[in-house]
C-alpha cells in the first residue's frame, strides 16, 4: 500500500488542479474550500507513512519509464522528505486560509490557487524524487510556478520586472544544475539517490568532482538566494503576500539548502565543500542581516532577513561539524514557521494600514494589539530572544562554529565572530521591525484606519506563533522525534547524542547570544548614522533598473545573432536540414569501414509495372519541380506522387502502409484544395539564377548521396528488430496484424509522442487561423456564396457517408489481426465527414456535427495516456497492453486487447486534427465572405 500512497502523495497538487479549477467555476468559496482540502489529503496521506518513517524505514516506489537513460519514475520518502512534505502541505494549508481573506473579493482566487496548487506540486516532486532527473523536472517547476506567482500582478511594472529577474537567476541555476546532475550520475553510474548517497567516497575521489560539484551548488546557492545571487528574493516581494509567507520563507528559498542537505552525504566533507559552502554561507548570513535593518519597506526587511536565514543554514551545512547539520535541519524548521507567521502578520498590517513603510506606521499596538502580539513574538524568535525556538537553534548555530576544528590561531575566532556580528544584526533589524511598527510614536498618513483583521485571517499566525512557543518552552518533547528522523536522513546514519533544551549552563555560546542581543540594541540605536551612510553605496545589479537594461541589452544582442544565423526562410531550413543529412550520411559511410559501394545480396530483376511505376513517380515529381509555381498543377502532381508510393506499398505486400498513404493523401489534398483558395492561383518569381543553381546543387548532392547509400544499405544483409516484433506479435501482442501490434504494443510509447505531435500541430493551425486576416486580393478572390452546382456530389454522399462511418469502425475494429487500425479508421472517418462540408456547406455540416473538436482531440489524448497509466496500477512499465480471449453464445471465441483503448485514442486524435483544420479553413472562408459582403452592402 506505501508504493500507491507514494505517488499519490508527491503527485496529488497536481492531479487536483482540474477539480480546482472547476471549483473556481461555482464559487469563490468553492475553490478555497477545494485548495484546502487536497492540502488536507495529502497531511492524511503523510500521516499514514508516518508510523514506518519513525520506525527507521526509508519508503521507495519506483516505475520503469526509460530505464537505459536513467529516466525511470522514483519517489523516495525518508525523514528529510517527510519533514518538507510537512512544511509544503501543513504551511500550505495555513496560506490558503490566509490568501482567502487576504486577497481582494474582487479576486476570484482561481488563477492563485491553481498555480499554488501546481508549485505545492512542484516543491513535493523535488523533496520526494528518488531519481534525480525527476528531481530536476520538478526544480524546473517551482521556478516556471514562482514566476507565475510572483507576476501575479502583472499589470504592474514592477511585478513583471521581479517575476524575470527572479526566472533569470533561477533558471540560469537549474540549467547548471541539469549539467551538474548529468555528471554526478556518470560519476556515480547511477542517477538514482540510493545509489548516489551511497557511493560518496568514490564521487569525492574521482577527477570530475570539483566541476560537478560547483554546479550543483550554482543550481543550490541561486534557488537560496545566497550572496551574489541574493537580489532577486527582495524584489521578489511585488508578489502578495501570501505568496511571499510560502514561497520565499517555508518552502521555495528552503529548496536550494533541502539540495544541500540531500546531497550532503555524497559531496561533503572536503576542504572545496568547506570553503565554498561555508564562505557563501558567511557572506550571505551578513550581507542580508546588514541590508535587512536599511530598508524601510518592512516586507524589504523581512526579505532581507530571509537571505540572512538562508546563509545561516548553508553555513551550517558547510561546516561539517558533528551537530552542525542537526543544527542546520533544526533551523530550516524554526525559520520556516516563525517566518512565515511574520509574512503574513505583515500582511495583515498592510492589508489593514494600506502602506508598508516603516516611517509612517507606527504605533499599532494601540489599534491592533493581539497582531501587534503575535509580531512581536515572532519577531523575537527571528532575534534569538529566549524562550522561543529562534533562540535555540540559533544558540546551536554558536556552539557549532566554536566547535570547528579546522581553524586554529587569530582564525580560531572568524567563525565565533562571524556568527556573533550577523547574532548582533539581526537583533537589530528584528528590534527595528518592532519597535517602528508596533511602538514609536503614532501613525503618519496613513491611507486607511488600522484595526483588527477578521478572526480566520488572523487563525493561521496565531497556530505559527503557538508553534514558535511551545518548541521554545518545550524542545524536546515537542520536536525531538522530528529532528532525529530528518538530520538521520540528512546524513544516511544515526545523527549523534544532542539534546534540546533551554539551559545549557553559562558556556561560550550563551555568552554570544548575550552580545548578540545586547548589541543588537546598540547596533539599532545607530541606525540613522547606516542610513547615511549607505545612500553613498551603489544598487549595482539589485536594482530592478539596473537589471531591465542588462536584460534588454542581453535581448538585443539575441536578437542580432539569431537575425544573422536565422533568416526565417523555408528555404535556410530546408537547406540546413539537407546539409545536415548530407553531413550525417557521410560520415556513416566512412565511419563504418565500409569497403566498395555493392555489397553481396543480389539486385532484384526489374520488372515491367516496377519500370512503369518508378517512370510515373519521376515524372509526378518533376512535374511539382518544374511546376511549382502554378500551384493546383503542383499538387495535382504531388497527388500522383502519392499514389505511386501507395501502389509500391502493395507491390511489396505492405497493406497497412497503402491504407495509410491512400487515406492520408485523399485527406491533405482536399485539405490542399481548400487551402489554395486563399493563395493566389500562381506563386511570385524568384529571380536570381546563382539562388536556382545553388538549390539544384545541393539537391541533386543530397539526392544522390542518398540514393548511393540506400543502395549500399538494400545490397547487404543486415538484421533488424522486426524479426522481433513478426515472432512477438500474436504471442506477445495477442495479433496477427504485425504493424498495428508494433504501433499500439512494442512502440507504444512512440505513438503516444507522435499523437501528441500531431494534437499540437492542430493548436498550432487552430491558433495560426482563427485570427487570421486576408489580404484585399485574396479576399477578392473568394465566391459570394456557398456553390449550389454541387447536386451530384450532394446525392452521392448522402448514401456514402453512413457507409463510410460503418467502414470506419469495421477497419477500427479489425485492425489488431487484419490491416486497418486507430490511424487508418480515423482518416476514413474524417474523409467522409470532410466530404460531407464539401457536398453541402459548412453551415449544413456544423449544424448537424456538433461538436467541439479541441475537446474531442483533448479527449483522444486523455484516453491514450490513460491506457499507458493503467498498466501502472498493475504493477507494469507504463504502456505495457494485455489481452484476453473471450467467449459469446454468437459470436464465438475473441480477442479482446487493451490497445484497442489506446487505438480509439488515435482514431480520435486523427479525426479532431483533419476536422480541426477543415472548420478553420471554413470559418475562415465564411468570415472573409461575410466582411465583404458587409463593405459592400
Known amino acids: 500500500m506505501s508504493a500507491p500512497a507514494l505517488l499519490l502523495l508527491a503527485l496529488l497538487p497536481l492531479l487536483a488542479m482540474p477539480l480546482v479549477a472547476f471549483a473556481a467555476s461555482v464559487s469563490r468559496r468553492a475553490v478555497g474550500y477545494t485548495a484546502a482540502a487536497v492540502m488536507v489529503a495529502g497531511l492524511g496521506l503523510l500521516a499514514t507513512l508516518a508510523p514506518a518513517l519513525f520506525s527507521g ?27 518538507f512534505v510537512l512544511l509544503i502541505n501543513g504551511i500550505g494549508l495555513l496560506i490558503v486560509l490566509y490568501a482567502y481573506y487576504y486577497m481582494p473579493e474582487y479576486d476570484g482566487l482561481g488563477r492563485f490557487y491553481l498555480i499554488l496548487m501546481a508549485f505545492a506540486g512542484g516543491m513535493l516532486g523535488v523533496v520526494l524524487a528518488e531519481n534525480v532527473l525527476l528531481m530536476l523536472l520538478f526544480w524546473e517547476i517551482t521556478s516556471l510556478t514562482s514566476f507565475l506567482l510572483i507576476a501575479y500582478k502583472y499589470k504592474e511594472k514592477e511585478a513583471r520586472v521581479a517575476a524575470r529577474m527572479a526566472l533569470a537567476i533561477t533558471g540560469g541555476g537549474g540549467l547548471a544544475l541539469l549539467a551538474g546532475l548529468l555528471v554526478l550520475g556518470h560519476v556515480a553510474g547511477s542517477f538514482m539517490l540510493e545509489d548516489i548517497l551511497a557511493q560518496g567516497d568514490a564521487i569525492r575521489a574521482h577527477a570530475l568532482y570539483p566541476v560537478l560539484l560547483v554546479l550543483i551548488l550554482l543550481g543550490a546557492f541561486t ?61 550571505t548570513f551578513l550581507v542580508g542581516a546588514y541590508l535587512a535593518l536599511l530598508k524601510h519597506d518592512f516586507k524589504g526587511l523581512l526579505a532581507y532577513s530571509t537571505i540572512s536565514h538562508l546563509g545561516l543554514i548553508t553555513m551550517l551545512l558547510g561546516l561539517g561539524t558533528a551537530l552542525s547539520p542537526v543544527a542546520a535541519v533544526f533551523h530550516i524548521i524554526n525559520h520556516a514557521v516563525f517566518k512565515a507567521s511574520l509574512f503574513m ?62 581553524l586554529s590561531g587569530v582564525s580560531t575566532f572568524l567563525l565565533p565572530g562571524i556568527a556573533t556580528l550577523g547574532g548582533i544584526m539581526s537583533a537589530a533589524y528584528s528590534l527595528r521591525f518592532v519597535h517602528d511598527v508596533f511602538f514609536n510614536g503614532e501613525p503618519v498618513d496613513l491611507p486607511r484606519k488600522p484595526h483588527e483583521p477578521v478572526r480566520w485571517m488572523r487563525l493561521p499566525v496565531e497556530i505559527l506563533v503557538g508553534i514558535v512557543i511551545i518548541v521554545g518552552l518545550l524542545p524536546q518533547l515537542a520536536l525531538a522525534p522530528l529532528l532525529n528522523i530528518a538530520s538521520g536522513a540528512l546524513l544516511q546514519m544515526p545523527p549523534p547524542v544532542y539534546k534540546l533544551a533551554i539551559w545549557h549552563g553559562f558556556n561560550l555560546p550563551l555568552v554570544m547570544s548575550i552580545i548578540a542581543l545586547g548589541g543588537g540594541i546598540l547596533y539599532y540605536l545607530s541606525r540613522e548614522r547606516l542610513f547615511r551612510l549607505h545612500e ?51 560520415s ?38 518544374i511546376l511549382h509555381r502554378n500551384r493546383l498543377a503542383s499538387v495535382i502532381f504531388l497527388s500522383v506522387v502519392g499514389l505511386v508510393v501507395a501502389l509500391a506499398f502493395l507491390r511489396l505486400a505492405a497493406p497497412d502502409l497503402a491504407l495509410t498513404q491512400l487515406s492520408v493523401e485523399l485527406a491533405t489534398i482536399i485539405l490542399f484544395l481548400l487551402a489554395l483558395r486563399f493563395l493566389p492561383e500562381r506563386a511570385r518569381h524568384e529571380p536570381g539564377p546563382a539562388r536556382h543553381g545553388r538549390d539544384a546543387l545541393l539537391a541533386l548532392g543530397v539526392g544522390v548521396i542518398i540514393s548511393l547509400l540506400a543502395f549500399a544499405m538494400l545490397s547487404r544483409p543486415f538484421e533488424t528488430i522486426s524479426g522481433y516484433h513478426v515472432a512477438m506479435s500474436k504471442p506477445g501482442g495477442g495479433g496477427t496484424n504485425v504493424v498495428n501490434v508494433t504501433l499500439v504494443d512494442f512502440r507504444g510509447f512512440d505513438t503516444l509522442g507522435e499523437i501528441a505531435v500531431l494534437a499540437i500541430a492542430a493548436l498550432g493551425l487552430l491558433a495560426l487561423l ?58 476514413v472517418a474524417a474523409i467522409a465527414i470532410l466530404l460531407q462540408y464539401l457536398s453541402q456547406g459548412i453551415s449544413f455540416a456544423q449544424g448537424r456535427l456538433r461538436a467541439d473538436f479541441t475537446r474531442l482531440l483533448g479527449a483522444g489524448l486523455a484516453i491514450a495516456t490513460a491506457t499507458g497509466l493503467a498498466s501502472w496500477i498493475f504493477g507494469y512499465p507504463f504502456l505495457t497492453s494485455t489481452f484476453a480471449y473471450v467467449t459469446a453464445p454468437v459470436v464465438g471465441k475473441f480477442e479482446l486487447a487493451s490497445a484497442m483503448i489506446f487505438d480509439l485514442g488515435i482514431f480520435l486524435v486523427v479525426v479532431a486534427t483533419i476536422l480541426i483544420a477543415l472548420t478553420e479553413l471554413g470559418g475562415l472562408s465564411r468570415r472573409e465572405i461575410d466582411l465583404t459582403n458587409r463593405k459592400d452592402g
Open 57 to 83: 524505514e526509508t519508503l521507495i516506489a519506483g516505475w520503469d519509464w526509460l530505464p537505459r537513460y536513467g529516466l525511470d519514475i522514483a519517489f523516495r520518502l525518508d525523514g528529510l522528505g517527510f519533514l
Open 345 to 406: 502578520a505583515a500582511g495583515i498590517i498592510d492589508h489593514e494600514c494600506g502602506t508598508r513603510d516603516m516611517r509612517r506606521i507606527n504605533g499599532l499596538m494601540k489599534y491592533m494589539p493581539i497582531t501587534a502580539t503575535l509580531g512581536i513574538v515572532a519577531a523575537g524568535a527571528m532575534a534569538g530572544v529566549p524562550f522561543l525556538n529562534g533562540f535555540l537553534s540559533k544558540e546551536m548555530f554558536f556552539a557549532e562554529t566554536v566547535a570547528h576544528p579546522a
Open 223 to 283: 534557488k537560496s538566494a545566497q550572496f551574489p545571487f541574493h537580489f532577486w528574493l527582495p524584489n521578489a516581494m511585488a508578489a502578495p503576500t501570501p505568496v511571499s509567507a510560502y514561497l520565499h520563507s517555508a518552502t521555495m528559498v528552503k529548496a536550494g539548502v533541502f539540495l544541500l542537505a540531500r546531497f550532503y552525504p555524497a559531496l561533503s566533507g572536503t576542504d572545496l565543500w568547506f570553503t565554498l559552502v561555508t564562505a557563501t554561507g558567511a557572506t
Open 536 to 586: 553613498w553605496i551603489p544598487y549595482g545589479v539589485s536594482s530592478p533598473v539596473a537589471f531591465e537594461r542588462a536584460y534588454a541589452g542581453a535581448t538585443a544582442i539575441s536578437c542580432k545573432v539569431m537575425r544573422f544565423l536565422d533568416r526565417r526562410t523555408l528555404r535556410q531550413y530546408v537547406g540546413f536540414y539537407l546539409l545536415f543529412t548530407i553531413a550525417i550520411g557521410l
Open 770 to 827: 482563427d485570427g487570421l486576416r486576408l489580404t484585399p486580393q485574396a479576399r477578392g478572390a473568394l465566391p459570394p456564396a456557398a456553390p449550389r452546382d454541387a447536386i451530384m456530389l450532394r446525392m452521392l454522399i448522402q448514401p456514402f457517408f453512413p457507409l463510410a462511418l460503418a467502414v470506419s469502425a469495421y477497419i477500427f475494429l479489425r485492425g489488431h489481426n487484419l490491416p486497418g487500425g486507430g490511424f487508418i479508421a480515423g482518416l
Open 588 to 625: 556513416a559511410w566512412f565511419g563504418g569501414g565500409v569497403a566498395g559501394l555493392a555489397g553481396p545480396r543480389p539486385l532484384t530483376p526489374i520488372d515491367a509495372p516496377s519500370l512503369l511505376g518508378f517512370l510515373v513517380l519521376v515524372t509526378g515529381l518533376s512535374g511539382v519541380v
